[in-house]
């Protein structure tokens, strides 16, 4: 089990950049899988970003080029690095994390791209 708290998300312009950290309740050392996901309300929940413990990762298509997932499992800590942001990009953030079998996520953070 983990509890998870992600922080960051705020308006940006297009072609900004933002950085969304996810904290850990727990340590992550161990957690073979986490990434992030977003939602945008009215549509289906779209996985952006995985890593795993030994360093994979995968990009939607989306956003492929222009977002890094990276993890420093010493602060217990997720990040998604995210630059050359488009109106598209807006939308509420969740950090995941696999654990037991389960999936678990955070409350969300909201990130809006407008000029």
């Known amino acids: 089990q983990v509890q998870l708290v992600e922080s960051g998300g705020g308006l940006v312009q297009p072609g900004g950049s933002l950085r969304l950290s996810c904290a850990a309740s727990?340590?992550?050392?161990?957690?073979?899988?986490m990434g992030w996901d977003r939602q945008v309300p009215g549509k289906q929940r779209e996985l952006v970003a995985t890593?795993?413990?030994?360093?994979?990762?995968n990009y939607a298509a989306s956003v492929k080029g222009r977002f890094t997932i990276s993890r420093d499992n010493a602060k217990n800590m997720v990040y998604l690095q995210m630059n050359s942001l488009k109106p598209d990009d807006t939308a509420v953030y969740y950090c995941?994390?696999?654990?037991?079998?389960?999936?678990?996520w955070g409350q969300g953070t909201q990130v809006t791209v407008s000029s």
């Open positions: 995941m994390m696999a654990i037991g079998g389960r999936n678990y």
């Open positions: 890593l795993t413990s030994t360093g994979n990762t």
């Open positions: 727990r340590s992550i050392f161990s957690i073979n899988l």
